[in-house]
């Protein structure tokens, strides 16, 4: 904030992510609980993004979002329900939760993960025809959520799951701190817990380090996983 106040004075504010209440106090406008969820819908009104979370703690090497963004933080399960039912009363139908760490969600401030905790109260909003999981870490995945994704009719079998690469090698310098196998028994579990669950993900390749050999066996587990949709960058 302090280098961008000396580059570009003619600015008059600067505001981050999570300071709405200060861009209120700008313009003297009053902060009250009662506005939590009131928001404008930049996207066709039956569908809407919620986002659970803001930041991230961790340390991939090709990523910059925890220096542009800061830690993860968690909003509370009371403000996101409360959210997504006044977006219900907007005509929302549909609601994609994102963050930039999906299932870390809860561990900053509930000292445990609480995604599967939050799905079971956001599925209980009347008017929530379909709730669709995005952006959800690989490492550390809490397996707990597929039991809720599975028992409940709202929440799609659906998950944005972005695995990045396979190979042994690539995933150590990635830091994405998980290896090839544990990657193909997380996938197996998911299709096992929810039969018929459709896995959408991302895969970057090109990475400083990257062989051939590397390339080869990506090329294989895309054939072999079959995944329903994939990015490549």
Not at 39 to 64: D, M, Q, V, W
Request: charge should be neutral.
């Amino acid at each position: 904030r302090n280098d961008l106040l000396n580059e570009i004075p003619e600015v008059d504010a600067w505001f981050g992510t999570m300071e709405l209440p200060l861009i209120l106090k700008q313009f003297n406008a009053d902060y009250k609980s009662e506005l939590i969820g009131e928001r404008l819908l930049a996207t066709p009104k039956h569908y809407a993004y919620l986002k659970i979370s803001e930041g991230c703690n961790r340390t991939c090497s090709f990523c910059a979002i925890p220096l542009m963004r800061g830690g993860h933080v968690s909003k509370t399960i009371e403000e996101i329900v409360t959210e997504a039912k006044k977006l219900v009363t907007m005509g929302v139908k549909e609601i994609m939760l994102i963050a930039q760490e999906l299932t870390y969600y809860g561990l900053d401030i509930y000292k445990e993960r609480k995604l599967a905790e939050l799905l079971e109260q956001l599925s209980e909003v009347k008017g929530l025809k379909w709730i669709r999981l995005h952006y959800a870490y690989p490492s550390k995945f809490p397996e707990e959520i597929l039991e809720v994704v599975r028992a409940k009719k709202n929440i799609c079998n659906y998950i944005d799951i972005p695995f990045q690469h396979v190979s042994n090698n690539m995933l150590q310098r990635m830091r994405r701190l998980i290896t090839k196998e544990e990657t193909i028994e997380l996938i197996k579990t998911i299709r096992s817990k929810v039969p018929g669950i459709a896995i959408r993900t991302t895969f970057l390749v090109g990475f400083p380090g990257e062989t051939e050999k590397d390339v080869d066996e990506l090329v294989e587990f895309v054939r072999e996983m079959k995944f329903d949709r994939a990015g490549v960058f």
